[in-house]
């Protein structure tokens, strides 16, 4: 009887740790509702996404998490973090240290030496020459690579970009986000060789809108054209823009009064004005990209056209006019290259600053809801837009005639440069 009793507790134990092992061995069920939040992810395959993640990766935009939401946002594709990794590495994209161990000293070092000829007054950094590499090459190489490399080849380099000189005390800018506050004005840096700037930016996420090479700044007519020709470009217009006191910017005002009156009457004009005009050292948001442009584009351009000053003569018309079609089109291309370098750089984080930091201009734009931002874009009837700026003409913006414009391309075609 105690043999029998002794055998029923073991047979209870056996039975005890069956059902322990059984329901241990059972997997884990992490989604008990069946709904896959990842069901409708497009192939790996699919040419677009691997053309789209290579762009973002080309913008410096590697992180999993971030390229997830922007697929989304800008593509509508659903892609968990995970997905993206593997993407990633079926494309053969890399991270900075793994594509610098891939690369000999000496490709690292031809990397360096080729952004470091593009500024012979030595005023990029090594984290500008990092992103200067990437969107040239799409080659992520790493900084304390990049910096190693610059002090051999230019030691007097971070000496004569003084990065522990005193920098000037800043204001604190706020706006409510996107396309809320856009910010014009012209840099007169390269009038003197006959090649005046303007732009404009958006104060909520810095980015640059527009960098123009133009005959002549000071033109009513051609700065307006260009501010309508961003509305067109965006589809709508700011709440406000800036710009300083200048003549050239009062038909800029007339014409943000008119439209935001036309277009979006539920905002007070008196209460929000749709135009400001301010002194140059209060229109902030743009006076300080001026500074970045000038250390990037403005003093090098200065330096390459005079080094060919002994061959040109600006009296002769030949030269003059030739000098003025070539150059504007060098000119325009390297703007709208540095207009993209600029709105991919990252934004050092500061917690003091109440706009988007710790990230670049683009991705604010993308994502604003994840900075605190709001879509501020006001909607505007295109078709009005396109006949202001026929109404003006754009022939205020043209170095040289149609004719010879013409002309001067087909020349430059039957050369077969580049």
Not at 179 to 199: A, R
Not at 311 to 324: F, G, K, M, R
Request: glycine content about 8%; some cysteine; aromatic content about 8%.
């Amino acid at each position: 009887m105690l043999r029998a009793n002794h055998f029923e507790d073991n047979d209870n134990d056996i039975s005890d740790d069956e059902d322990a092992v059984a329901s241990s061995s059972q997997p884990t069920n992490n989604n008990p509702t069946g709904i896959n939040q990842y069901k409708d992810c497009p192939n790996a395959k699919d040419a677009h996404i691997e053309q789209l993640i290579r762009a973002y990766d080309r913008q410096g935009i590697c992180n999993r998490e971030l390229v997830s939401e922007m697929l989304l946002v800008q593509h509508g594709y659903t892609m968990s973090p995970r997905t993206v990794s593997r993407c990633r590495k079926l494309f053969g994209l890399m991270g900075s240290g793994a594509t610098t161990r891939a690369l000999s000293a000496e490709e690292v070092s031809q990397l360096v030496l080729d952004q470091m000829a593009k500024d012979p007054t030595s005023q990029r950094g090594p984290k500008t020459v990092k992103e200067g590499i990437l969107f040239d090459t799409g080659k992520h190489v790493k900084r304390s690579t990049i910096c190693s490399t610059m002090k051999i080849y230019d030691p007097q380099g971070s000496i004569i970009r003084e990065p522990g000189a005193k920098k000037v005390r800043r204001g604190v800018l706020t706006a409510l986000g996107l396309h809320h506050e856009w910010s014009g004005d012209g840099h007169d840096k390269l009038t003197e060789i006959g090649f005046p700037i303007w732009g404009m930016k958006d104060k909520w996420s810095a980015q640059w809108l527009g960098l123009w090479v133009v005959p002549n700044n000071r033109l009513k007519a051609s700065i307006a054209y260009l501010y309508l020709s961003l509305i067109k470009k965006h589809g709508g217009m700011p709440i406000q823009t800036s710009t300083d006191c200048g003549s050239e910017t009062t038909e800029v005002f007339g014409f943000a009064n008119a439209l935001r009156e036309m277009f979006s009457p539920n905002i007070d004009i008196n209460a929000l004005p749709a135009h400001r005009f301010l002194k140059s050292i209060h229109n902030i948001t743009i006076e300080r990209g001026w500074l970045c442009f000038r250390l990037q584009f403005g003093d090098n351009v200065k330096v390459f056209w005079d080094a060919g000053t002994a061959l040109y003569v600006d009296s002769n018309p030949e030269h003059y006019h030739l000098a003025q079609w070539l150059w504007s089109k060098l000119i325009q291309a390297e703007l709208d290259l540095l207009v993209a370098k600029f709105n991919t750089h990252v934004i050092r984080k500061d917690k003091k600053k109440l706009l988007p930091s710790g990230v670049s201009p683009n991705v604010a734009m993308v994502l604003p809801h994840k900075y605190g931002g709001e879509q501020c874009l006001q909607p505007v009837d295109i078709k009005v837009v396109d006949k202001l700026m026929e109404t003006i003409g754009s022939e205020t913006l043209e170095f040289v005639t149609s004719a010879y414009a013409d002309y001067a391309q087909s020349v430059y075609a039957s050369l077969h440069i580049g």
